[in-house]
């Protein structure tokens, strides 16, 4: 199984910037397609963003898209998200996950989660 573990979360106020990195167990990293999927208090959980192995192409939630940068580093197991602008509304806990395959597809659920990190955004 492959373990994921998040770090990067905070409070930060409206307009602000947050780094958030996860760090993923295993010699098979570059298999995966990775993501990041956010819930916040008293919503359902929903996707943010996720890319497939190489890297590209990536894929973004409509209300993240221009604020929000995912990339990854296969020789350190690590997948990143930048957030810049940061809205209220961006307060959630972020999963970091990851799909056996090497390529994003919206239509199947992620295999693996991490344990989360919170974001607050104040205003």
């Known amino acids: 199984q492959v373990q994921l573990v998040e770090s990067g979360g905070g409070s930060v106020q409206a307009g602000g910037s947050l780094r958030l990195s996860c760090k993923a167990s295993?010699?098979?990293?570059?298999?995966?397609?990775m993501g990041w999927f956010r819930q916040g208090p008293g919503k359902e959980r929903e996707f943010v963003a996720a890319l497939h192995w190489s890297g590209a192409p990536t894929t973004y939630a409509d209300a993240v898209k221009g604020r929000f940068t995912i990339s990854r580093d296969n020789a350190k197991n690590t997948v990143n998200l930048q957030m810049n602008s940061l809205k209220p509304e961006d307060t959630a806990v972020y999963y970091c996950v990851g799909w056996w395959a090497l390529a994003y597809d919206s239509d199947v659920d992620p295999a693996f989660w991490g344990q989360g990190t919170q974001v607050t955004v104040s205003s």
């Open positions: 295993g010699r098979y990293f570059s298999n995966y397609a």
